[in-house]
């Protein structure tokens, strides 16, 4: 089958199985910064921005984004940019695997909560995996950019 | 200053990792046939369907080997594909290639195994019941024990468990290999030792090393998972590409990963430990059941450094510890941050913990009084220097408020019923070197550039601890660099070769001390061009800041026209350094010796709380005061003190790795391996380093930082235990980790558990 979907505002058409998960359709169409962690929908490292809702790509059938937008870590260059100083000057780039789905799910996170409690960061990122920096720096970098935000 | 570049393309998922390289043109991808029980005898492997699946299927198994199909170094155990029995559930038994992945997948099922089934061992203390033994056992010893136990007011045995633990570096293991023009084996491998994955391709392929090319690039995590078992992988790549004449991937998913892989060691252990009536510790006794997995693999290095770690951060005068290598049928346990010393600070704070409840001298009087101090020799005969034991735990019950916050903490349990809190200490005294002796050296190859820009080549693998940011940083205080003209390259075995693995902690130490030896060289030649330019003798040449300086005055000179100068006479502006720990002896027949570089200390302390109904329980704070010598960069060190914390809680705590008895992996996905998450984490976190410190050993007075505070995870043990105490006094204490919230309600009902 063949699905029909725009790629950081690009269009394109792509074939598939019916089968197919969304992270192995789109790394196979060379948007390889899109990883893959777990494959069950439990670390958060293959999350993309479906119409802009953060979703574990590896759980989706790539049929059910037929027709939809998609935002990959590439199509948010400029904010990526800008986050990934903050993680680095925490001490929590670290081996970086995880940090395109990380940064994805906090700049969902920054459009969907308006000044998020400690708490309520915790909440959202739960979903995310890390297995280097122990989280902290994590959180550090994402309070910091948040408050630089309304600077 | 900090040069992120590097560090920024990662966060914008710009770095590519194994699975992420552009494929060269042909490339197959392999798939694994894993055996599907634990332990049987090949009777034979047929291929007939799987081939049958798609034209482009071949199949390789063990007799396609063309040179020695065994990897294992430290014991020949290891075949690369097993010939005549399988000895794990989901041990590699065949390699499958194929045009594309699922092709690959679909037809390594395919595969059948016919085999005789064969009796499984998966319990360590079986394993020595039946004398199965990797090597043989370990014992280090000093003064009597049994006399001592004599003379001791308390005299305490327990039995300790503790489980294993999975890596989950977030990028799997994989490897793509090439044969290039000539016969020469190409590979890139998600690998800590890209020249013991060259070793074992050579071997397994029947070629000289110098046919063979390993590149490692920045891995996606790693923590000793990738330090011996990438050679799998890799080996498996290249033999995949020798025998089709194509490239060939092999990138694991999550299931065959965990599945196949080594984790952390299992053990089981014995302590005996006897005090006198102030809580001076007299004697211990120890003997750890390793649980080694089923082939030998690091086992006997990761045992040096439980049986090298026995008596904690304590100064201790009997010891008698003995270390057993059990052979079972289990994936081969492998190296794992903080490699068996872990699993021996567990055991001594239990002793700790059990003495303290027979004596009723609080935990943290008896760790106090008898931590190490300066001049105190080791029960192995290593004269301790610039000891810091008892500056970082006094700093910490300072900063905590230690005894007020006991007593807070009991006036809340006074009041509180279903939620009792708990706080618990560990001081740690951490070795740095490899245990293996011969593995503390390092090479670097520095070249400086026409333009002045300077290029470093290390055995150092990038894995998320910012080495190549270190060793940088080394670089540019040593020749007087900008950071910024500074690039340090990824590791090929082309540019350094024999290297160790990055792993033991001592990456930016060893392969720092190479860079920096390689430029002090560069530099002493171009001291002399320089000299001779600005009318000075080199003693009084200094560079500083891409600038020359004479008599501490800023000259005309800059780094750049000194570099163009110094290459149109001709001087070598390439240098090799290559660094061996001085000092280092270890006798193994007397078990004396002094095995480590230097020592890390600090303490941690964690507060935790219990809720007493359902056995579930929060992290309230840690705080931590930390030996980090003078620190190449703090942002990076607190890191790797965050991220060590985390996965030395999951351990304590959270991670409960299982396999049945038949040997079956029961928790082989994340969704069934549970790792902490964002929300399991204390509240609060405070971290403090002591004041800077000599160290010779290092860079500029650094310390190494990647192991040792994996250990203040053990604290969160205790601190929960000793809420869960609170809220049950007469509960049956048990030593086991991971602790959790099943087995605390277990305390809670009083079970055995």
Redesign the interface.
């Known amino acids: 089958m063949t699905i029909s979907l725009k790629v950081n505002g690009k269009p394109i058409k792509v074939a598939c199985n019916p089968g197919d998960v969304l992270t192995d359709v789109l790394r196979n169409a060379g948007f390889v910064e899109v990883k893959k962690g777990c494959g069950t929908g439990n670390c958060g490292i293959c999350t993309v921005l479906l119409d802009g809702v953060p979703v574990p790509s590896c759980s989706l059938i790539a049929g059910r984004a037929d027709g939809h937008e998609i935002t990959t870590i590439r199509g948010v260059e400029a904010e990526a940019k800008e986050f990934a100083d903050f993680l680095v000057a925490e001490g929590a780039d670290q081996c970086g695997f995880c940090s395109p789905g990380f940064t994805l799910n906090v700049l969902a996170m920054k459009k969907e909560l308006k000044s998020p409690s400690v708490d309520e960061i915790k909440h959202y990122m739960a979903g995310n995996l890390c297995r280097c920096t122990g989280y902290e720096g994590q959180l550090r970098a994402v309070v910091k950019y948040l408050e630089a935000q309304h600077e | 200053m900090?040069n992120?570049a590097e560090?920024?393309?990662?966060?914008?998922?710009?770095?590519?990792?194994i699975?992420?390289l552009p494929e060269p043109a042909g490339c197959l991808q392999a798939a694994v046939r894993l055996s599907d029980s634990a332990h049987g005898r090949i009777i034979a492997i047929k291929t007939d369907k799987a081939l049958a699946l798609d034209p482009s299927v071949q199949v390789i198994t063990g007799k396609d080997v063309p040179g020695v199909n065994q990897i294992g170094f430290n014991k020949p155990d290891e075949p690369l594909l097993p010939e005549h029995e399988w000895e794990y559930w989901g041990q590699p038994v065949a390699l499958v290639l194929a045009k594309n992945r699922e092709t690959a997948r679909a037809a390594a099922k395919l595969v059948e195994i016919e085999g005789e089934e064969l009796p499984v061992v998966t319990d360590p203390r079986e394993a020595a019941r039946n004398s199965d033994f990797i090597l043989p056992s370990r014992t280090i010893q000093c003064g009597d024990t049994e006399e001592a136990f004599k003379h001791c007011a308390y005299v305490i045995e327990g039995r300790v468990e503790s489980g294993g633990q999975e890596?989950?570096?977030?990028?799997t293991q994989g490897a793509m290999a090439e044969v290039r023009e000539g016969g020469k084996v190409f590979v890139i491998s998600s690998t800590q030792g890209p020249s013991g994955v060259q070793r074992a391709i050579a071997q397994s392929l029947g070629l000289p090393m110098n046919m063979v090319e390993v590149e490692a690039r920045?891995?996606?995590?790693a923590?000793g998972g990738k330090e011996d078992q990438a050679a799998t992988w890799a080996s498996l790549a290249a033999l995949g590409a020798w025998i089709s004449k194509k490239p060939v991937k092999l990138y694991l998913?999550?299931?065959e990963d965990m599945r196949a892989t080594g984790k952390r060691h299992p053990y089981s252990s014995d302590f005996k430990i006897g005090a006198a009536q102030d809580g001076t510790i007299l004697a211990f006794e120890a003997d750890y059941y390793q649980n080694s997995g089923s082939t030998c693999d690091l086992s006997p290095a990761i045992l040096a450094r439980t049986v090298l770690h026995a008596t904690g951060a304590y100064k201790i005068p009997n010891v008698r510890v003995t270390g057993y290598m059990c052979k079972t049928n289990l994936p081969s346990f492998t190296a794992f941050r903080g490699f068996g010393a872990p699993q021996a600070f567990f055991v001594i704070e239990s002793a700790i913990d059990a003495l303290s409840q027979a004596s009723g001298i609080p935990v943290v009087e008896i760790q106090k009084k008898n931590l190490y101090r300066e001049g105190d020799s080791t029960y192995f005969g290593m004269e301790m220097e610039r000891v810091r034991a008892h500056e970082a735990f006094d700093r910490l019950l300072e900063k905590t408020q230690w005894h007020s916050l006991q007593a807070e903490i009991s006036d809340f349990n006074h009041k509180s019923r279903t939620v009792k809190k708990g706080a618990a200490i560990i001081p740690v005294c951490f070795g740095i070197s490899f245990t293996k002796l011969p593995m503390n050296q390092a090479g670097a190859l520095v070249h400086v550039y026409v333009d002045g820009s300077v290029l470093v080549s290390t055995g150092a693998i990038e894995?998320?601890?910012?080495v190549s940011r270190k060793i940088a940083t080394v670089v540019s205080e040593t020749l007087g660099v900008p950071l910024e003209n500074i690039r340090v390259e990824r590791t090929t075995t082309l540019t350094v070769a024999n290297t160790v693995p990055t792993a033991a902690s001592t990456g930016s130490d060893l392969n720092g001390m190479a860079a920096r030896i390689a430029c002090l060289e560069i530099k002493k030649r171009l001291a002399g061009k320089a000299g001779e330019l600005l009318g000075a003798s080199p003693e009084v040449v200094r560079f500083e800041n891409g600038m020359i300086f004479k008599n501490d005055e800023k000259t005309e000179l800059s780094w750049k026209d000194l570099i163009v100068k110094a290459n149109e006479a001709r001087i070598d502006l390439s240098a090799h350094g290559f660094y061996a720990t001085p000092d280092l002896f270890y006798d193994m027949k007397a078990e004396r010796g002094k095995p480590f570089a230097y020592h890390v200390y600090g303490a941690a302390a964690v507060v935790a709380t219990v809720d007493t109904m359902r056995g579930t329980y929060d992290l309230e704070s840690v705080s931590i005061v930390h030996d980090i010598g003078h620190s190449l960069?703090i942002?990076?060190?607190?890191?790797?003190i965050?991220?060590?914390?985390?996965?030395g809680l999951g351990w304590s705590l959270l991670e409960d790795l299982r396999f049945g008895t038949d040997g079956k992996p029961m928790s082989d996905?994340?969704?069934t391996y549970k790792?902490?998450?964002?929300?399991f984490?204390p509240r609060t976190?405070d971290i403090e380093f002591l004041p800077e410190i000599e160290n010779p050993a290092t860079p500029f007075n650094s310390k190494a930082v990647g192991e040792p505070p994996l250990q203040y995870g053990i604290a969160g043990y205790f601190a929960i235990l000793n809420a869960l105490r609170a809220a049950n006094p007469a509960g049956k204490t048990f030593y086991s980790i991971p602790l959790t919230p099943e087995k605390a309600a277990g305390f809670l009902d009083g079970a055995e558990v």
Do not use: C, W
């Open positions: 900090k992120i560090s920024a393309l990662n966060v914008r998922g710009q770095t590519q990792y699975d992420d890596h989950v570096y977030l990028e920045r891995l996606g995590g923590f998913n999550r299931h894995m998320g601890q910012q960069d942002s990076v060190d607190r890191g790797q965050e991220g060590a914390l985390a996965q996905t994340l969704s790792v902490p998450d964002i929300s984490m976190m």
